[in-house]
């Protein structure tokens, strides 16, 4: 059973950048892919783009392209999400999810971090 | 952009079968996902690579495909199915898309 946990509630100014951890345990995080997907209050799912941390290669929506970079250690079995050039818009919970085969296909989220960005 | 398009709501009586459709023109070559995400809750995956149930997922939740059409079904509706619900899947280029989503009530 994976479990994440991601970093904590983050407030910022218009303009910074952020960065959310997701570190994962209890099973297998190289090989999985891991998803970067944001909730702006009272609205839907949006992805943001994945990474497959044993090949190392990002792909990111096209809306985010050159404002998102998302990275993977697996010495520490953690995955990040970078944002910058925040603006109020950008004000979302951010998950991390982890999916892939393992004896059956597994799917698992992180607690979410709330990211408020305000001047 | 690609877009997948749901229905804002949709609402049944308990006991009653409740169908969530899904369209996007990349689905007759992309598989669907569904997740339900309760208030305030991570979405939890239902349905996966079109009509597949994941482990612990109740044999009511159900998928199915047809051209540019996906659908969750819930047979038997029951109050603790109440969420929102969100089909998921690829453009041509495997980039991610969710749909909008569809709010399910049940009473």
């Known amino acids: 059973q994976v479990q994440l946990v991601q970093s904590g509630a983050e407030v910022k100014k218009p303009g910074s950048s952020v960065k959310v951890s997701c570190k994962a345990s209890g099973g297998t995080f190289s090989s999985y892919t891991i998803s970067w997907v944001r909730q702006a209050p009272g609205q839907g799912l949006e992805w943001m783009g994945r990474i497959i941390p044993i090949l190392g290669i990002a792909n990111y929506a096209q809306k985010f392209q050159g404002r998102v970079t998302i990275t993977a250690d697996k010495s520490t079995s953690t995955a990040y999400m970078e944002l910058s050039s925040l603006r109020s818009e950008d004000t979302a919970v951010y998950y991390c999810?982890?999916?892939?085969?393992?004896?059956?296909?597994?799917?698992?989220w992180g607690q979410g971090t709330l990211v408020t960005v305000s001047s | 952009s690609y877009e997948l398009t749901q229905p804002p709501s949709v609402s049944v009586s308990p006991g009653q079968t409740a169908r969530i459709t899904c369209s996007g023109d990349?689905?007759?070559?992309?598989?669907p996902y569904w997740y339900q995400q309760k208030s305030g809750q991570a979405p939890v995956l239902v349905i996966y690579e079109d009509s597949k149930r994941p482990s612990g997922i109740p044999e009511r939740f159900s998928g199915s495909s047809s051209g540019t059409m996906a659908t969750l079904t819930i047979s038997g509706a029951q109050v603790e199915d109440e969420a929102d619900y969100y089909c998921?899947?690829?453009?041509?280029?495997?980039?991610?898309?969710f749909g909008g989503g569809t709010k399910l009530t049940v009473l």
């Open positions: 998921y899947s690829t453009d041509s280029s495997g980039l991610g898309v």
């Open positions: 999810a982890s999916s892939g085969y393992s004896y059956g296909y597994e799917d698992y």
């Open positions: 990349a689905l007759p070559k992309k598989y």
